[in-house]
């Protein structure tokens, strides 16, 4: 067991780095499916338009997925502080 | 249908719970309680819910009933931006932790070295940018109790209960600023941070957000029926469908991202009370879903009003008419408390964020400068800051209430919050150029700032007070001074764009094209560069650098280990232990309380300086880094210490010197003395033998009877032999005293060598038994000499009948050779005998020294007296080494003057 610790560690230790990657990437994720409403119709382009309760469901929906995503994302990096030097590329 | 005074009791009621938890979190800060709460994840999150004001409370659902989700755009900026805190907010925390930011101003002017102009400017933007929203929240307060006393058309008709809105705004203004007041200015705190304030505005934001909530649900469920109900009937509504412009939405949403990271409110909660990454982070996700929650029945409450409600009614005023017009009196209070807790809480904390920037930047520098020199007392400074801090919150409150009392609390709500965002967004590219661009320079701030905020004023502010308001119709469609370029609505020409999006666009984009091309051009000063630097590159420190201390708090064993360091083991210790008996501990280390750390630094401060104490201290305790100003205040500490320690070294060196020149007449005056005991007793030896014999020999004179004539003469001729020996003596004794002493009187005449020798040689061979041949060279005697004839008479006498004494050769011969040389004339004097043992070469020229084999006649003072008259006259005498017999050299100085020189400067000496 006490060679396979450093395997454990530096994997845990990778996964830690790709969850801060992931707390970096979210806001770019939102920013393109909160952008999205740019391709409705409306009206007098011709086309069906977009009804308001779909509008709210996708917006409040991505909005959902948001809080739920950020709020795993915390909870799986517990000490960002530990592993600061992610920080590379930044 | 709840009257006026029930809701004046409620709103009182609200207010008073207000304070005393306000009150209790303070008490409980200072005693250190409760950290937990006060600094939860929670409460920070709830606390940036500030972004949510009366206009999102009321405005939000009119702003859905005119131009459908469009209003969802203010949400999402500010969601975004938290969802990417790790590229933005994570920086401006720690700038701001790091750097002891207090606002907005304070950072963008300690980031352009402290720049004083850039901080009034940002100050004075701010206040303009912010005003027409304190208004605004009054405003919302007055229409919703208007509400109240007022109730829709048609149901009852005007009472007398019906309000002055003017005086209500008066009062609430008026109650604002106290609650601000009473809890924004009781303690001063180099952080600026309020935790009763904080505390309050978290409170107030479960309030709110429980109030839309409840409003919300009873429209849902309680009057549509459900969820499915509601989806088809928002669908069947005049917002039924999607119809917002792909711009706008854009520019919207953009703008209030800006408007979120500059607002000073937001600065305040978000940047100086933050806690830090990892709350940040907690509210990177609880905040978008606070934000959510707070505009999720935004739109069944506009669609269900739009529906309920006479056609005309406020849209604004839905989330209040809409349960009154159903009768739900409760829901109703609740929607009116949740309305007045939002506007509060904003107004209390932009003023306060506005009074420090104020007071701090433009009220304090100019009180320091008039007052230059009479600050002495901290306590004076304090008691003004506090002073400035409070005209300031209640005059920006008056600013908030003269801007209602002069717009006539006309306008939708949502019009007038978008053009305060556009205003406070303009510092969006001097902030993030700050802290991401170490090229950005002072300059360039202030004409980004200055550019982005004149076409914000030109193209949003103005035109907002309607054509012919401000800005005549000519304006609009000439151009200012008939310069087409120059319409507000038509920048550069392009025409067809909403006009909110054509001024973020043009006034963000002119802002920051001005902002980077000046940075570009100009070059910024040392302190600049510096602070660029440190804000830059503020993550970085953390990594791989053994200096920095974790931000957790100070270590008593850190704290320990450098106070060691600095004031030694022992005295350390005694401190520590000091100071952990003062807290109650019996032993170990004392804990780090802020008292401790401040009596540590204090402590510190009596060794190493005050400014580099506490940069010591606060890398360990606070985990700040320590800023431009600290470092130079340490550099001039170093450099007065060096500059003293220099002074130091220079004094002893002089110690040293003097030590040394003393220690050396000390020697000399020791050996003077020796010499003096020498003298003594050798004198006494001589003046003893022949007073001994003459003493004996009176004594048979005197005493003996019927004695011969002849031993009667013979007696008495030795006597009289004695008695010329010790005159003699006493002569010379006296000579070597006066010569020695410089009281000698030079007798200066001119002769020649030749005139001299003879004189000498003639009187010293007088009666001498022993024949000495003296050999000369009267030719190079003819030498003229200006000097003391007499006195080098002496001198060579006394070489003479020395010669003439002391030679053993068989036919003793003493050869005189006169020389003259550049520098003087010498006369050797060298006879034919052994010569003077090494040994006692060294000692001829002292007194009393007599050579064995002497005749027992001299006193051994002739050579001493000798060596003494020719240094008097400028002269000197040596004994040859080299060459048969012995010989002595009489050096005479070329000129007299020189000699008189001398002999003046020796009297001189010895006077």
């Not at chain 2, 459908?68 to 805190?85: A, C, H, K, N």
């Not at chain 2, 790790?86 to 750097?99: A, D, H, I, N, P």
Request: proline fraction near 4%; aromatic fraction near 8%.
């Amino acid at each position: 067991m006490a060679e396979r610790a450093p395997v454990f560690l530096e994997r845990r230790r990778y996964r830690a780095r790709r969850m801060m990657d992931a707390v970096r990437l979210l806001a770019f994720l939102g920013i393109a499916l909160w952008m999205v409403p740019l391709m409705w119709g409306v009206p007098g382009d011709g086309g069906a338009p977009m009804p308001m309760s779909a509008a709210l469901r996708y917006i409040f929906g991505v909005w959902v997925v948001m809080v739920v995503v950020g709020l795993v994302l915390y909870r799986r990096t517990p000490m960002q502080a530990d592993d600061r030097p992610t920080d590379g590329g930044s | 249908m709840a009257s006026l005074n029930q809701l004046v009791a409620v709103c009182l009621l609200y207010v008073a719970g207000l304070f005393l938890i306000a009150f209790l979190a303070e008490r409980a800060a200072q005693r250190g309680q409760s950290r937990w709460l006060l600094r939860s994840p929670l409460v920070y999150t709830l606390s940036l819910s500030i972004y949510c004001t009366g206009w999102t409370f009321y405005g939000a659902v009119g702003f859905a009933a005119r131009s459908g989700l469009e209003y969802v755009t203010i949400y999402l900026g500010p969601s975004l931006v938290m969802i990417g805190w790790w590229w933005v907010l994570r920086r401006l925390v720690q700038v701001g932790r790091s750097q002891r930011v207090t606002s907005i101003a304070d950072l963008i002017s300690s980031r352009y070295g402290k720049s004083n102009a850039l901080a009034i400017a940002v100050t004075v933007m701010a206040v303009i940018g912010v005003t027409p929203y304190i208004a605004l929240q009054l405003q919302s307060v007055v229409l919703s109790l208007s509400a109240f006393a007022d109730p829709a058309p048609g149901q009852q008709p005007p009472q007398a209960g019906q309000i002055n809105s003017a005086s209500a705004a008066l009062w609430v203004a008026a109650g604002l600023a106290l609650f601000t007041v009473l809890f924004g200015t009781r303690n001063l705190n180099v952080n600026e941070r309020h935790p009763g304030v904080v505390i309050a505005v978290a409170v107030e934001a479960v309030v709110k957000l429980f109030a839309l909530l409840a409003v919300g649900v009873f429209v849902v469920w309680g009057l549509m029926g459900g969820v499915s109900e509601t989806f088809a009937r928002i669908d069947a509504s005049a917002i039924g469908t999607w119809q917002v412009q792909g711009d706008r939405w854009l520019a919207l949403t953009m703008l209030s991202g800006a408007a979120f990271l500059c607002l000073p409110r937001m600065f305040q909660v978000m940047v100086v009370e933050s806690e830090g990454e990892r709350h940040l982070q907690f509210a990177s996700w609880a905040f978008p879903l606070y934000l959510m929650l707070m505009s999720l029945f935004v739109v069944p409450i506009a669609v269900v009003g739009l529906d309920l409600l006479p056609a005309g009614s406020n849209p604004d005023l839905f989330v209040v008419n809409l349960p009154l017009s159903q009768g739900q009196n409760g829901v109703a209070m609740l929607a009116f408390l949740g309305g007045f807790s939002s506007a509060t809480s904003m107004v209390i904390v932009a003023t306060l964020a506005l009074s420090t920037m104020v007071s701090n930047h433009i009220v304090m520098p100019i009180w320091l400068a008039t007052h230059q020199g009479r600050a002495t007392q901290s306590g004076d400074v304090r008691n003004v800051v506090i002073l400035s801090r409070r005209l300031s919150i209640m005059v920006i409150m008056a600013f908030g209430y003269l801007y209602y009392r002069a717009s006539g609390g006309s306008g939708a709500l949502a019009a007038i919050g978008t053009i305060s965002f556009g205003g406070v967004a303009q510092f969006l590219p001097a902030m993030l150029g700050g802290i991401f661009w170490r090229g950005a320079t002072r300059i360039g701030a202030l004409c980004g700032l200055g550019v982005g905020f004149a076409v914000w004023v030109f193209t949003m502010l103005l035109p907002s007070f309607g054509t012919d308001g401000v800005l005549s119709q000519d304006i609009f469609d000439q151009g200012l001074m008939g310069l087409a370029w120059l319409r507000p609505q038509a920048f550069f020409g392009v025409e067809g764009l909403d006009p909110t999006v054509h001024a973020v666009v043009w006034s963000l984009s002119l802002n920051a094209f001005s902002f980077v091309v000046v940075s570009l051009l100009s070059f910024p000063s040392p302190i600049e560069r510096l602070q660029a630097a440190h804000f830059v590159n503020v993550l970085d420190g953390g990594t791989g650098s053994a200096r920095r201390w974790s931000a957790a708090g100070a270590g008593s064993e850190e704290l320990m280990i450098m106070t060691q360091r600095i004031l030694g083991a022992q005295d350390a210790q005694a401190f520590f232990r000091k100071e952990a008996e003062a807290q109650g501990l019996r032993d170990g280390l004392p804990d780090p309380s802020p008292k401790f750390v401040q009596a540590l630094e204090r402590e510190l401060s009596g060794s190493v300086g005050a400014a580099t104490a506490h940069a010591m201290v606060s890398q360990i305790s606070g985990g700040a880094a320590v800023s431009v100003e600290d470092l130079m205040a340490v550099a001039d500490e170093s450099a007065q210490m060096l500059e003293y320690s220099n002074q130091l070294e220079t004094k002893s060196r002089e110690l040293t010197e003097t030590a040394a020149q003393l220690r050396r007449a000390n020697e000399k005056l020791t050996e003077l003395s020796r010499q003096k005991d020498t003298f003594l007793s050798q004198i006494s030896h001589e003046l003893r033998t022949p007073m001994t014999s003459i003493r004996s020999f009176s004594e048979i004179l005197r005493d003996a009877e019927g004695m011969s004539a002849d031993d009667k003469s013979k007696y008495a001729s030795i006597i009289h032999g004695e008695t010329i020996r010790l005159t003699r003596l006493l002569d010379d004794l006296l000579d070597l005293s006066v010569l020695e002493n410089g009281q000698v009187t030079l007798n200066i005449r001119s002769g020649t060598v030749g005139d001299v020798l003879d004189r000498a040689v003639t009187t010293a061979l007088a009666g001498a038994e022993a024949p000495l041949r003296i050999r000369r060279q009267p030719r190079r005697e003819n030498v003229v000499l200006r000097t003391d004839l007499d006195r080098l008479a002496q001198v060579f006498i006394n070489l003479v009948s020395n010669a003439q004494k002391y030679c053993d050769a068989d036919a003793p011969e003493l050869r005189i050779d006169v020389r003259e040389t550049e520098t003087g004339t010498w006369i050797d004097f060298i006879d034919n005998g052994q010569g003077i043992s090494p040994d006692a070469r060294n000692v001829i020229f002292e007194k009393f020294h007599r050579l064995e084999g002497a005749g027992g006649e001299g006193a051994g003072l002739g050579l001493a007296i000798c060596s003494e008259i020719m240094s008097r006259l400028g002269g000197r005498l040596f004994y040859l080494e080299d060459g048969p017999g012995t010989g002595f050299r009489v050096e005479l100085p070329d000129r007299l003057s020189a000699a008189e020189d001398i002999a003046a400067r020796r009297s001189a000496e010895v006077a």
